[in-house]
């Protein structure tokens, strides 16, 4: 079964560390500031940062309650802020982001779950 929390952890973490380097764009940025985000030219880049910080940690099994909590507050602004289905008017797209708003409640029950257990075996902590 240590081999199955491992898989987990790998799948898990390779959302956040695929789409990360997606925050240093000018594209991202520019997405982020039309959909109302404060100071989008520091905010996505410190979100690119601490998904990926938060991610590698979950992955190596190093610090991973601290690295749960770091995509808890990764996810929870973006979640609100950038899926906000409630606010478009078009279906079509409303129903896209209320997937990907749903996509995230699910990733931010699996941060929480790993913020209280942590990382379980063959993890860096476990060594």
């Not at 952890?9 to 789409?19: E, K, N, P, T, V």
């Not at 610090?63 to 802020?81: C, D, Y």
């Not at 209320?98 to 060594?127: C, E, Q, T, W």
């Amino acid at each position: 079964m240590k081999y199955v929390v491992l898989a987990g952890r790998i799948l898990y973490s390779a959302i956040f560390l695929i789409s990360a380097p997606g925050h240093f764009t000018e594209k991202m940025i520019l997405f982020a500031a039309g959909k109302g985000v404060p100071m989008a030219h520091l905010a996505v880049p410190l979100a690119g940062v601490i998904s990926f910080l938060g991610a590698l940690s979950v992955l190596l099994g190093y610090k991973a309650k601290v690295g749960a909590w770091l995509l808890v507050i990764f996810l929870v602004p973006v979640t609100l802020m950038i899926h906000n289905f409630w606010a478009i008017s078009d279906p079509v797209q409303a129903q896209m982001q209320y997937i990907n708003f749903m996509k995230n409640i699910s990733m931010l029950g699996a941060a929480l779950m790993i913020a209280h257990f942590g990382s379980g075996p063959l993890s860096v902590d476990r060594s």
